[in-house]
């Protein structure tokens, strides 16, 4: 499994519409990535760890893929443009992103 994720560093007085986010910007990559996209999850954070303290990312999303070839037959040029236009309408923060793999996966019952 390969993870597209996407984090949006905190900051003082940043703006990120999480209604915009949710309701238009990842309904439409969604749409355009289609079923090469397996999974979405989306994060905020809310502190760093300790009492009184802020988080490094104020948002982050992690996209779900098969493997990197299935991301990038999905990820084309088209929609990184739609994409990358899109973010000023629902945040004033530059992104930073990665490709992950999963190395160790464990779930509880």
């Not at 905020?44 to 070839?69: C, H, I, M, W």
Request: charged share 30%.
């Amino acid at each position: 499994m390969v993870i597209f994720q996407i984090m949006y560093p905190y900051g003082e007085d940043r703006r990120f519409d999480i209604e915009y986010y949710l309701k238009s910007h990842l309904v439409n990559a969604k749409k355009l990535l289609g079923k090469a996209c397996l999974k979405v999850e989306v994060t905020r954070g809310f502190k760093e760890f300790y009492q009184d303290t802020t988080p490094f990312f104020a948002f982050s999303a992690r996209l779900v893929f098969e493997n990197e070839e299935t991301f990038f037959k999905a990820y084309t040029e088209d929609v990184d443009t739609f994409l990358m236009e899109d973010i000023p309408r629902f945040t004033d923060i530059a992104p930073v992103w990665q490709l992950e793999e999963i190395v160790y996966q464990e779930t509880s019952i």
